[in-house]
């Protein structure tokens, strides 16, 4: 009964204040400690008892009122934070206060006139710089600023969010401000080797303060989308600057409880069915912390301290070499990471959270499903993009692939949902950055042995294997709007293709059946784009025939029984009667499927399904074309890599051709037609016919202008010498068996018989201010999506992105 007094004594202050049309002055306490002083109402009920409508009244009708509570609520957490909370009566008003804050501030961001509140020092300097405990200067601190200060000291309070480390409580004389947060890390890792007692009080109390953090940060969501690399979050400026004396103990102890989670528990079948695991929720509020705060500037400071520290090293050898890293402390934090064991820790932690979803039981539903796959995703982009040790340590092992075999499985299960096009990008963006070095491609070669269930077709290889039928069936059973993304999928495996020392027959298969279907005539015309396509399938075969010829004999048999694909396009028509005739056969705007037999799933796989009607989604930034994220090196005999200069892009003719003359090589391998990817991003849409370009349209000089580029020389010589052997053997031995044709192509050599061989070219992710904006929008649609409970942004005017239903 007591609870239903406090709510509805609570909800009475909610409407005082809502019809007050005076403002209550702030030395009213009687008045505003109603919304704090209750000891019983949780989150939820905070936000069923302040309806949206009323915060809306009183900002627009009582304005003054409004900026009170804000600032009463945050006095009362820096009073909190400055006593350390000693009585549970003064932790219950710092909750309730974190939780009504939690509430209110998207109110406050979605109006561009109260934006600015939190960065003044409102109701007055008088009254605000009790909240300055320096003291000793006259200009009082932004309430912005008090109450991150606040929020920080809070999440080191000994008994409220920490274990305290005294013996008993008349020991606790010390004064707050005055303990070492780095003696209270929150879980063993990085810098840190004690484990703590689990405390499930002190991880729920955690979560609610970062739950308000993370609404601190979220102004960024009120703002419409820029790709200005200077437009920086101040809440997150700050509070990972070096005014936050709190700064490392935090990020470590965020890094930490999320590595160090483990989501099955002690190894008890249905364990999460049978008590409330609160460590979960902390993690998945630290997740988010983290790669929200893990921002920059993508131009400056960190780029620079970044080169400044590799270059240090490697001419040095020395770890201790530091250069001025970016003020951001968490980046710069994360980049300087290099200890081994620190590092076999993040790399550990990360693949055993994403592996959980993949994990087989004999007993259905009895392990625990995380959720929160997506962060781990930003969260290990962030890590390998901010700190070039880890991505080298990452691929220094076959540990890597305890990260590829999760990112397959979700880009493989999410292909047909279109709430999840943001999961299969990160994925994509995840392994192009990965190819772009050489370790990545050698590491595939290794058998994949696991029985994860895919909707794939059986086979028995590779890794790489799984990589490209994986590739295969996103191209050719993925929904629509993951054509901008085939690019990107090529890229991939062009990079990878020089170290692939076997390609299984599903693969080899696989590669043709691309190739067959994109180079059709109709899909070839239908679109200014589509040939690029062809080219990226051309140099995998050429880097394999030519660098990993031994090895892979199902892919030149598979070559030899699809060579008149090959012929034909060599003989591609191009005047116009025939180009039109090529359109109009156009029957679908899909791809075919290879042979039934192939179609056959891994056992206890599901199909990857659509999105449920009516599932909420947020809208994505376009992303860049594939030749704005990637810069072109090219491998040098002793294996390093040379970045090959860009040319200046070609002066595009009224008719779509590209002016003679521009390309960037001269070499006669082919790689001309890189010069061709600089046509505008709206030309991007694959399939979807000649109305993606509406001025465009096929025309002889354009198919001139790419077909002369073909590389083709390798594969004609290879078909030119083999073909004749292998039907010489079948007819004089009456071969019908092909294992016997695999068995010679297996012992035969083209050593001598093959021109020059190309250098190998590998385009390595580059950031831009494109993909830093894509990134962004991203990740705050996710955090906007998983919070539900309590909805914390729904219904306000969000800017950064749309909410579509599905």
Not at 112 to 127: K, L, M, Y
Not at 235 to 258: G, I, K, M, Y
């Amino acid at each position: 009964m007591g609870n239903a007094d406090t709510k509805l004594h609570f909800r009475k202050a909610v409407i005082q204040l809502t019809t007050k049309t005076q403002p209550v002055e702030a030395t009213d306490d009687a008045f505003w400690d109603q919304f704090w002083a209750d000891t019983s109402t949780n989150v939820q009920d905070i936000f069923a008892l302040v309806p949206a409508a009323e915060i809306r009244a009183v900002r627009e009708e009582s304005p003054s009122n409004l900026a009170t509570l804000c600032y009463k609520a945050v006095e009362r957490l820096v009073q909190g934070a400055d006593s350390g909370c000693p009585s549970d009566k003064e932790r219950q008003v710092v909750l309730n206060c974190t939780r009504l804050l939690t509430r209110i501030l998207p109110y406050i961001f979605e109006d561009a006139d109260w934006r600015g509140f939190f960065w003044s020092t409102v109701p007055g300097a008088g009254r605000a710089r009790h909240l300055d405990d320096d003291g000793d200067d006259d200009e009082a601190r932004p309430l912005a600023e008090s109450l991150l200060l606040a929020i920080a000291d809070l999440l080191f309070c000994p008994d409220f969010t920490t274990q305290s480390h005294k013996k008993n409580s008349a020991d606790f004389s010390e004064d707050i401000r005055s303990i070492d947060s780095c003696e209270y890390i929150w879980e063993a890792g990085v810098g840190f080797a004690q484990s703590p007692p689990l405390n499930y009080v002190h991880d729920l109390n955690r979560t609610e303060l970062l739950k308000l953090l993370l609404t601190c940060f979220s102004e960024a969501m009120y703002l419409p989308p820029s790709s200005d690399r200077k437009n920086l979050n101040p809440w997150v400026s700050f509070f990972c600057s070096a005014e936050n004396r709190h700064a490392l103990p935090l990020f470590t102890s965020l890094l930490n409880v999320v590595c160090a989670y483990d989501p099955v528990g002690y190894g008890i079948p249905y364990n999460h069915l049978l008590f409330s695991d609160h460590r979960e929720q902390l993690v998945e509020q630290a997740v988010q912390i983290l790669i929200v705060t893990l921002e920059h500037d993508a131009g400056s400071a960190t780029s620079a301290a970044l080169k400044a520290l590799e270059t240090a090293v490697s001419s040095s050898g020395v770890e201790d070499v530091e250069p001025v890293g970016p003020d951001n402390l968490f980046v710069n934090y994360l980049s300087r990471i290099h200890r081994e064991e620190d590092l076999s820790f993040i790399l550990k932690g990360l693949a055993h959270l994403l592996n959980n979803p993949l994990i087989q039981t004999y007993l259905p539903r009895s392990t625990k499903r995380i959720q929160f796959h997506q962060e781990l995703l930003i969260l290990f982009w962030k890590f390998c993009d901010f700190n070039k040790k880890f991505l080298f340590f990452v691929l220094k092992s076959s540990d890597v692939l305890d990260m590829l075999v999760p990112i397959l499985f979700n880009l493989n299960d999410a292909r047909a949902d279109q709430s999840r096009v943001g999961l299969m990008h990160i994925g994509v963006f995840i392994l192009l950055l990965l190819s772009g070095e050489r370790n990545f491609g050698v590491r595939l070669n290794k058998p994949y042995t696991l029985r994860v269930p895919m909707d794939i077709p059986v086979f028995t290889g590779t890794h790489a294997d799984l990589l490209i039928v994986v590739f295969h069936k996103i191209i050719t059973s993925g929904h629509q709007r993951l054509q901008p993304l085939f690019d990107c999928l090529l890229t991939i495996i062009v990079n990878i293709s020089p170290y692939l020392k076997s390609l299984s027959m599903v693969a080899a298969n696989k590669l043709l059946h691309l190739l067959e279907a994109f180079s059709t005539p109709w899909f070839l015309f239908s679109s200014s784009q589509n040939h690029h396509l062809v080219f990226f399938l051309l140099e995998v075969f050429n880097n394999i025939i030519q660098y990993q010829f031994d090895g892979n004999f199902n892919l030149v048999y598979a070559i030899i029984r699809k060579r008149n694909v090959f012929h034909q396009l060599a003989n591609l028509p191009s005047d116009t009667a025939l180009i039109q005739k090529a359109l109009q056969k156009k029957k679908q705007t899909g791809i075919s499927r290879t042979n039934s037999k192939e179609n056959e799933s891994m056992e206890g796989s599901r199909p990857a399904v659509p999105a449920e009607p009516g599932t909420f989604k947020t809208s994505l930034e376009a992303t860049p074309g594939i030749d704005k994220i990637t810069e072109k090196s090219q491998v040098s005999e002793d294996g390093t890599m040379v970045t090959v200069p860009h040319s200046e892009p070609p002066q595009m003719m009224a008719d779509g051709r590209a002016a003679a003359g521009a390309s960037d090589t001269e070499s006669n391998s082919g790689r001309e037609h890189e010069l061709y990817h600089t046509e505008s991003e709206a030309a991007r849409s694959r399939l979807s016919s000649v109305s993606s370009s509406a001025a465009w349209s096929a025309n002889p000089d354009w198919v001139l202008s790419w077909k002369s580029k073909l590389p083709l020389q390798t594969i004609m010589r290879l078909l030119q010498v083999l073909v004749p052997q292998v039907e010489k053997i079948c007819i004089d031995k009456g071969l019908t068996d092909e294992s016997e044709i695999l068995k010679f192509l297996q012992h035969g050599t083209l050593v001598g018989l093959l021109p020059v061989p190309h250098p190998i070219l590998i385009r390595k992710y580059q950031a831009n201010a494109g993909t830093a904006m894509w990134f962004r929008t991203y990740m705050w649609g996710v955090i906007y999506l998983r919070n539900v409970d309590p909805p914390i942004w729904y219904d306000t005017d969000i800017r950064l992105f749309e909410i579509q239903r599905i």
